[in-house]
């Protein structure tokens, strides 16, 4: 199976169409003010209907209510929630059940027993995204371009899908997927040119490294 590749943060055009001309499986739409790379409904919505078809679209949300994710869905057609915060198993099960929509859930890993988690999530998400834990008192719980040990995810049965985040580049990406056995990568920091600004060049670099051609 081809590592699946999941670029994250899009807001403009040139990134869009970059990721799907390099054939991306899923582009991640963050609805997160504190984010450089959060994006109104509105653009995404618009920057979605570019293309027909193409990757999935991923809402990314941080401890999202209700309202707020009806709000996106409506104007956004997603097809996957991506969850980066605090959410636990019985809210990740709640908007899996209320939204109709598979759920991704994040989990930041430092230290083995973060991976304890997977556990409590199994039954209730469709898939996982395992990031560097972000430090501590940051503005961000994802997107810092952190790496954790990669390592510590070989040899790991996860029953899910899962995605392999947190400082991936270009450049580091084909060593993580080997020695992290990763079945997908989910990069953001690492295609950008300047801070929330994506590069065409590296997004397509990236997707051609991560699948090894
Ligand atoms: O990208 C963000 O701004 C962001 C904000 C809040 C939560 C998660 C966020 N990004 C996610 O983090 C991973 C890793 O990012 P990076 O490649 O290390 O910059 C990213 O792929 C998003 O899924």
Do not use: Y
Not at 71 to 76: F, S
Not at 77 to 89: A, F, K, M, R
Not at 126 to 151: C, H, I, M, T, V
Request: net charge neutral; hydrophobic share 50%; glycine share 12%.
């Amino acid at each position: 199976m081809p590592v699946e590749v999941k670029i994250c943060g899009i807001r403009d055009a040139g990134a869009m169409d970059a990721a799907v001309a390099a054939g991306a499986d899923f582009v991640g739409f963050v609805f997160f003010p504190p984010s450089p790379r959060a994006v109104a409904p509105g653009d995404a919505a618009a920057l979605s209907a570019r293309h027909a078809g193409g990757p999935v679209r991923v809402g990314l949300f941080v401890d999202p209510t209700d309202d707020a994710l009806a709000a996106i869905l409506a104007e956004v057609p997603l097809g996957l929630i991506q969850l980066h915060g605090e959410e636990t198993p019985a809210r990740a099960a709640a908007i899996r059940a209320r939204f109709g929509l598979p759920v991704m859930k994040a989990l930041g890993i430092a230290a083995p027993e973060d991976l304890a988690a997977v556990d409590d999530f199994a039954p209730v998400v469709d898939r996982f995204l395992f990031d560097a834990k972000p430090p501590p008192g940051g503005p961000l719980p994802g997107g810092n371009a952190q790496s954790f040990e990669w390592q510590l995810m070989a040899g790991r049965t996860i029953p899910k899908p899962w995605l392999l985040a947190g400082g991936l580049t270009p450049a580091n990406v084909a060593e993580a997927i080997r020695t992290a056995r990763a079945p997908g990568v989910d990069v953001s920091s690492g295609v950008e040119r300047a801070r929330g600004v994506k590069d065409p060049g590296l997004i397509r670099d990236f997707i051609v490294s991560a699948r090894g051609r």
